[in-house]
Every structure is written in C-alpha cells, then in structure tokens.
T-cell receptor
C-alpha cells in the first residue's frame, strides 16, 4: 500500500458527461501528479500540483482540469467525455516538487459508453 | 519515434532464472531513471531509482544505467512467480518541465513454476 488513495475505483458514464476523480496524497507529500494509462498510449503524464499550485503540465486535454485543495487532496475533472477517454487514471504523490520518487495510488478505471 | 522504447514482451522465464529488462531513450536531458512494477489492475510500485551511470543493487534487483549509450536495464536474480507483473521504466530531466516522468510502454513478465 503506497499510502495514496483514489476514489472511486470504477466509474461508468456516457459520452458528453462530466466526472470528478479524487486523490489523497501520502501523509506529508505536497506534490500530486495525474497520469492516464491506456492500452495504446501507455502511461502519460497529465499535470502536477505542488502545495496548491500548478507546477508542470503534460498532455492534458482542454476538456480536463485539475486542482489541489488546501488540505492537499486533488481532483481531476473530465468533461465532454468521449469514448477515447476510457482509461485508467492514476494519481501519484511525492514529498518534493522535483518528483524524483513518486508513489502511485490504485487508480480509477473510467469507462465511457 | 518515442522518447523511451521498451520491448513489450511478453517474456516468459522459469522460476530461478535471471531476468533482464531493458529500455533505450533518445532524450539526453533525462538524468533520473526509475523502474516500476505494476501488477494487473494495480498502480505502479516504485522498485528502483537511480541517477548515476553504473549499477545499483537492492536485494534481488539490480538497476544499470549507461548514459553514454542511453540504455538502462533491470536485472532480477532468482526470479519468483510473485515477480510476474509488468515492469515499466521511467525517466525524467533535471529542471523546468523535467518534473514529469516519461514512461516506457512496459514489459510483461511471467515467471513459471
């Protein structure tokens, strides 16, 4: 158990809908990262927050947004969902902003029908 | 061409064998190298983290980095059925947008009794 928690474990929704994924980092970690894992693209970095502020951005679509709250938990919002958004979404956390050692949560499996 | 190339396998070996997993990369900015293990339907688990060229050993695992050849390896000695998983290499740069991890596609390993 990495200490990173994610909810929900599974999410099934329809195209065009909006969902929110939640992540709580390990105790004491200030950085949160979001990744998308699909069969064809592998594990892709989406975005990083450090102590409430956006720190780095990857291949995140404009339909997706994230934030980190004062208690350090983070939410990833996915809107106008498409079939291709079906994937595993992982959250990771690290103690430092450089992210040399990142610890991953169990993931949220999103299915868009 | 992808920045990180990894043979997807599957790789099947008998119990007790020495396993060699490899990644090549093209981006000279990568300075930090990690190996993650991912069991089916679970989040990636950090196995090894290294910065320098050369070898780093941890129990049955040895990580090897050759920056001049842009080549990294993970060796597993005395492999066990519990080592059956997908192994992902990951790497990152030093500064700026280098906080993000760039992953290989993963090698699926099966250790058979």
């Amino acid at each position: 158990d990495s200490g990173v928690t994610q909810t929900p474990k599974h999410l099934i929704t329809a195209t065009g809908q909006r969902v929110t994924l939640r992540c709580s980092p390990r105790s004491g970690d200030l950085s949160v990262y979001w990744y998308q894992q699909s069969l064809d693209q592998g594990l892709q970095f989406l975005i990083q927050y450090y102590n409430g502020e956006e720190r780095a951005k990857g291949n995140i679509l404009e339909r997706f947004s994230a934030q980190q709250f004062p208690d350090l938990h983070s939410e990833l919002n996915l809107s106008s969902l498409e079939l291709g958004d079906s994937a595993l979404y992982f959250c990771a956390s690290s103690a430092d902003p450089q992210g040399d050692e990142q610890f991953f949560g169990p993931g949220t499996r999103l299915t868009v029908l | 061409q992808k920045e990180v190339e990894q043979d997807p396998g599957p790789l099947s070996v008998p119990e007790g064998a020495i396993v060699s997993l490899n990644c090549t990369y093209s981006n000279s900015a990568f300075q930090y190298f990690m190996w993650y293990r991912q069991y089916s339907r679970k989040g990636p688990e950090l196995l090894m983290y290294t910065y320098s060229s050369g070898n780093k050993e941890d129990g049955r695992f040895t990580a090897q980095v050759d920056k001049s050849s842009k080549y990294i390896s993970l060796f597993i000695r005395d492999s066990q059925p519990s080592d059956s998983a997908t192994y992902l290499c990951a790497m990152k740069g030093v500064t700026g947008g280098g906080n993000k991890l760039t992953f290989g596609t993963g090698t699926q390993l099966k250790v058979e009794l």
